[in-house]
């Protein structure tokens, strides 16, 4: 079936060390989206990719990278320079073939917490 | 910029009473909306959308929406609630120019009582 998958679900980091969560879709979709999700403040957009080779800043993106080498993966970065990253971290993707198909698919998510 | 509020942080019914969330949104042209649902840990899943045409819109669950232009409103309903029904509910509005991202408000926590 497709899907995305992010992995791992769980992920601890210690202090100055930089992870990477995976988002990987099957689901040809071209646009992929990382949300970072805090109790009581909604997903907000960390970054997002509408094509391969491409990808800008969304409203948080201090302290995180990502890179779009593949049309199926969007991995993200958290570095040392994301002072506050335990949360719970959401990819998507989107269809994009007109209104009627217009839609998100999310993953599992991943939930970081700093050790 | 667009921005959606959801005025109601946490709301407790009783099993087999309706429920209504409330969403309203700002944003400049005709909005894409949409609500979803998330247990504790998990993803997002939609219960529906609204592009255009027929402003009462059906989703999965027994849940449905009503888009008000007037009001600038997307509340979501259900006329008998399970204890099933017992997550966080979040609306989020997109649109098909820029960077078509969805933009969330803060959630609803629905509780259900036996």
């Known amino acids: 079936d497709g899907g995305i998958t992010q992995s791992p679900k769980y992920l601890f980091r210690k202090e100055g060390q930089n992870v990477t969560l995976s988002c990987e879709q099957n689901?040809?979709?071209?646009?992929m989206y990382w949300y970072r999700q805090d109790p009581g403040q909604g997903l907000r957009l960390i970054y997002y990719?509408?094509?391969?080779?491409?990808?800008q800043k969304g409203d948080i993106a201090e302290g995180y990278s990502v890179s779009r080498e593949k049309k199926e993966s969007f991995p993200l970065t958290v570095t040392s320079a994301q002072k506050n990253p335990t949360a719970f971290y959401l990819c998507?993707?989107?269809?994009?073939?007109?209104?009627?198909?217009?839609?998100?698919?999310f993953g599992s998510g991943t939930r970081l917490t700093v050790v | 910029a667009q921005s959606v509020t959801q005025p109601d942080i946490h709301i407790t019914v009783s099993e087999g009473a309706s429920l209504e969330l409330r969403c309203n949104y700002s944003?400049?042209?005709?909005?894409?909306l949409f609500w979803y649902v998330q247990s504790p840990g998990q993803g997002l899943q939609l219960l529906l959308k609204?592009?255009?045409?027929?402003?009462l819109v059906q989703g999965i669950k027994g849940f449905e929406a009503e888009f008000k232009r007037s009001q600038s409103s997307f509340n979501l309903r259900k006329p008998s609630v399970h204890w099933s029904d017992a997550a966080e509910y979040f609306c989020?509005?997109?649109?098909?120019?820029?960077?078509?991202?969805?933009?969330f408000g803060s959630g609803t926590r629905l509780q259900v009582q036996p």
């Open positions: 990719s509408q094509i391969v080779n491409d990808f």
């Open positions: 998507a993707s989107r269809a994009r073939q007109g209104p009627a198909n217009y839609g998100y698919t």
């Open positions: 944003y400049g042209a005709t909005p894409y």
């Open positions: 609204y592009f255009s045409g027929d402003t």
């Open positions: 989020a509005v997109a649109s098909d120019t820029g960077r078509r991202a969805l933009t």
């Open positions: 689901l040809n979709h071209d646009a």
